[in-house]
């Protein structure tokens, strides 16, 4: 059961909270698994705030980092809300601890007032999961850097949220950075 939610700026986590980090990610991420992930040699954009949800024992149950981004839908200018490092401990899924995170980070990016849309890259596996929370599968082209040379995002599904508005679906969005 959720019991706390937390949005907190990465600089401001406690010691605590970043052990707490630390062993959540190995626990969701074990090493051997890391090891071998395709999406390792890739360049990403880390969070600049974070969404913890914690359990009622105390726990920290799921993650979501997050991050605010200047960038372009069909060279128009545009504040994307990007959703990267979502993890729930893997003794707590199918509680709703992601989703709480998901909805927090959401209302976040809506409080905010200036976010266009949210964004969000997933495995194929996850694209129904984060259609039941609402989110969108983008068919249009995902522009992003890859140390300082742009490409077309390829590795994994894009999916976005409407905040004060929703890109076309054939829309040409370029991050000006690399992905998260």
């Not at 974070?50 to 128009?76: T, Y």
Request: net charge neutral.
């Amino acid at each position: 059961m959720v019991a706390k939610i937390q949005i907190i700026p990465v600089d401001g986590l406690s010691p605590g909270e970043q052990s707490s980090l630390q062993a959540l990610r190995i626990a969701g991420y074990p090493p051997a698994s890391s090891a071998v992930w395709p999406g390792r040699d890739r360049e990403w954009a880390g969070p600049t705030d974070r969404v913890l949800v914690w359990d009622s024992d105390g726990r920290l149950a799921a993650h979501a980092g997050l991050l605010l981004r200047n960038a372009l839908a069909d060279e128009r200018p545009v504040r994307v809300g990007g959703i990267g490092g979502v993890l729930t401990h893997p003794e707590m899924r199918r509680q709703g601890m992601a989703a709480a995170a998901m909805t927090n980070a959401v209302q976040y990016f809506r409080h905010l007032g200036d976010v266009d849309f949210a964004l969000l890259v997933c495995e194929p596996r996850l694209v129904a999961y984060y259609a039941r929370l609402g989110w969108q599968q983008f068919s249009g082209r995902l522009i992003v850097r890859q140390w300082g040379e742009s490409e077309e995002f390829t590795f994994h599904r894009v999916m976005t949220y409407p905040l004060r508005s929703s890109p076309a679906p054939d829309a040409v969005i370029d991050l000006l950075g690399p992905p998260w």
